[in-house]
């Protein structure tokens, strides 16, 4: 048995969720408590963050796994989330340390905004309650029945990614929209049960996931083509007066912690592209075909964009 809890005052401890295992877990498996043979007693709570993956808070510092906040808010996932994107971090420190990119700034690139990740949180508000909220007894039980009922009709590739902690956006929105149509009337009820704000808050993650969906696969094409990579360097190359730069232009985010394209595009300028790069021996980066012209660093925010649209999308599970 598991529970959603925030870290409001008014929350019961820990000791006190505990406690009141004992008579719902009787309850729930159907026993008297006097007849259960007790083994041992496992308890533990899994803290998660809501602006999670978390930034780098200093420079030459970068927090992984657990620590990152990358883990699902639903599952609790760490082991599996770290398992997930190892590949990813190990790719990443390797070329921060070979470029040199190792202030809070660069390093946060590789825990970018994850639309994917923060469109989990919505689905635990619905799962949470609020001390003095009167919710239908069978509303999160029919919510949960109604999703998986039609997860698993539409097949595999709608079920699995979810089952293994991994959002995309049309399966979440086909999901959702089969149910809305199925069970209209209880629409209503769940909105009032989250709230609006969260609602409005999930939707923009939502539409992020489907614009890192778009931006994904756009940028497939980028990742095996010279052709395309020498036309990145030829756009850096301009530097400050790329008018790419000029129209994403402005804060280094959007407030939703999502990264503002024209600082990525400044720092991929940053240096002039025009720069020799390195020698493959003496960077220790091993570069593709189209990438002979990048400077680490450079290298290094092209590949953290790639990914963050990779992963923010959730386009790195296969079935």
Sequence with gaps: MFSYLDAEPYRPSMLDIFEEYWPRMAEYQGVKLEDINFKRALFGFFPTYRESPLQPGFDRVLQIGDASGIQSPLSFGGFGAMTRHLRRLDKAIHEALAADALDKGSLGLIHAYNPSLSSA???????????DQDTPPDLIN????????????????????????????????STIGRQMVEDPAFVPPLIAHVGPGPVADWLIHVLGMGA??????????????????????????????????RIFGGASNNGSGAPNP??????????????AALPESAEGIQRRPGEENLTPRQLYTLNRILEALEYGSGSDYKI
Excluded: C, H
């Design 121 to 131: 949180w919505m689905m635990q508000k619905a799962m949470s309650l609020r001390p």
């Design 142 to 173: 029919r919510m949960l029945g109604g999703n998986f009922q039609i997860m698993e009709s539409m097949g595999d590739p709608v079920l699995k990614p979810f089952l293994q902690d991994v959002m995309q956006f049309r399966p979440l929105v």
């Design 212 to 245: 890192y969906t778009v931006g994904n696969s756009l940028a497939e094409p980028l990742k095996n083509s010279s052709e395309l990579k020498g036309a990145v360097v030829a756009l850096m190359a301009a530097g400050s007066s790329n008018p790419l730069a």
């Design 262 to 275: 024209g600082a990525l595009l400044g720092s991929l300028s940053s240096g002039g592209a025009a720069a």
